[in-house]
């Protein structure tokens, strides 16, 4: 495949990229790739340019990957070819519209794209053939894991359980750092057993097979120290809050569909 990824300067443009030829779906000399201001000195072979259009014209398939908010700048027609969004929030027939191709893809990788265990989620116009399909399940499958779903509704729900996804361990992480230090553990100390406890809970899951209430269940069942953590995390709130942020990243996709 001809491939072009409109943003491949930009991070998740380039983790795609790079996921790619880790998989051997294409190589630097079938690529077509953009920047907007300084060209990256990567992907040694591939054809740079800041010309979107040129993309476009050079390639099958062409992968849009820049912020929403600036995609009405790229203007980019691409008639009868099969086009893939990494962007939140746009729908499938403003990107068909734009682009002019009933051939588009919408689609939400996430940060871990970058080594290769990205969920990602997509869903297809009615123009999409089984060739492009075949074609999106290779590019996602080399970034991770992928799921082509049924409606544009289940993407903009996805965009915040899995388009933000790296970032809540992030941030739960972030919070038992904070205490471990109040209680005088040294930085250092404490980044490395909250990255264990993250690493090694993600591992244990994928390796069982389990369900993640399970595991909650059998630290419940013990009643020990986990149980007094767990239930006084719940009496704080704890679901709710995550509830109200997944919420909250729904109706801003939504939100920036409309716009």
């Not at 591939?46 to 398939?61: G, I, L």
């Not at 729900?157 to 230090?181: C, D, E, N, Q, R």
């Amino acid at each position: 495949m001809k491939i072009g990824v409109i943003g491949a300067g930009g991070w998740l443009g380039g983790a795609i990229v790079e996921s790619m030829l880790l998989a051997g779906i294409t190589v630097p000399e079938t690529l077509s790739l953009s920047y907007r201001s300084k060209r990256p000195d990567r992907f040694q072979g591939a054809n740079w340019t800041t010309d979107n259009q040129a993309v476009a014209d050079r390639s099958d398939v062409i992968i849009v990957s820049v912020r929403p908010q600036d995609w009405p700048s790229v203007a980019v027609s691409t008639p009868g070819k099969l086009v893939i969004s990494v962007m939140a929030g746009i729908p499938l027939a403003t990107l068909c519209e734009r682009h002019g191709t009933e051939r588009v893809v919408r689609s939400l990788p996430n940060a871990a794209a970058e080594v290769r265990n990205s969920y990602t989620p997509w869903v297809a116009s009615d123009g999409v053939n089984e060739g492009d399909r075949a074609a999106v399940r290779a590019i996602f499958g080399a970034c991770g894991v992928q799921d082509e779903v049924t409606s544009e509704s289940d993407i903009d729900y996805l965009t915040g359980l899995t388009g933000s996804g790296p970032v809540f361990p992030a941030l739960l992480a972030t919070a038992m750092m904070k205490h471990a230090i109040s209680h005088g553990l040294s930085p250092e100390m404490a980044r490395r057993a909250v990255n264990m406890v993250l690493v090694g809970a993600g591992r244990l899951i994928e390796l069982r097979g389990d369900a993640p209430e399970n595991v909650v269940e059998t630290f419940l069942d013990y009643r020990g120290t986990t149980a007094a953590a767990i239930d006084t995390m719940r009496l704080a709130g704890f679901e709710q809050a995550v509830a109200r942020g997944l919420m909250a990243a729904f109706e801003e996709s939504l939100s920036i569909g409309s716009s």
